[in-house]
Nanobody
Framework: QVQLVESGGGSVQAGGSLRLSCAASGRTFSNYAMAWFRQAPGKEREFLAAINYSGSITYYADSVKGRFTISRDNAKITVYLQMDSLKPEDTAVYYC?????????????????WGQGTQVTVSS
């Protein structure tokens, strides 16, 4: 089965930056669309960014557009989320997700594989 492991979370002050990594396993990774979601306590899991199998197409939620950047390195079987200009409302557990299709989607239910999550805390 595909396994995903997030890392890079932590605590930063508002305006700071973090870079999250999602290390994947599985021989079909290069054909999978990937995405990042986040979930704060008491909130629904929220779509942030998605990327197609090759990295040529990306989608972003309006809330993070211009601040977050998703990328992938298929040779390293890793997906990244660069987060800049962080705000306190970005505080959440961040999850990496994968689906066995080349085309990405913003829908939580479309993703079959999930990492364990990594905490991001942004202080004011």
């Amino acid at each position: 089965q595909v396994q995903l492991v997030e890392s890079g979370g932590g605590s930063v002050q508002a305006g700071g930056s973090l870079r999250l990594s999602c290390a994947a396993s599985g021989r079909t990774f290069s054909n999978y669309a990937m995405a990042w979601f986040r979930q704060a306590p008491g909130k629904e899991r929220e779509f942030l960014a998605a990327i197609n199998y090759s990295g040529s197409i990306t989608y972003y939620a309006d809330s993070v557009k211009g601040r977050f950047t998703i990328s992938r390195d298929n040779a390293k079987i890793t997906v990244y989320l660069q987060m800049d200009s962080l705000k306190p409302e970005d505080t959440a557990v961040y999850y990496c997700a994968a689906r066995p299709y080349t085309v990405p989607t913003i829908l939580v239910r479309a993703y079959d594989y999930w990492g364990q999550g990594t905490q991001v805390t942004v202080s004011s």
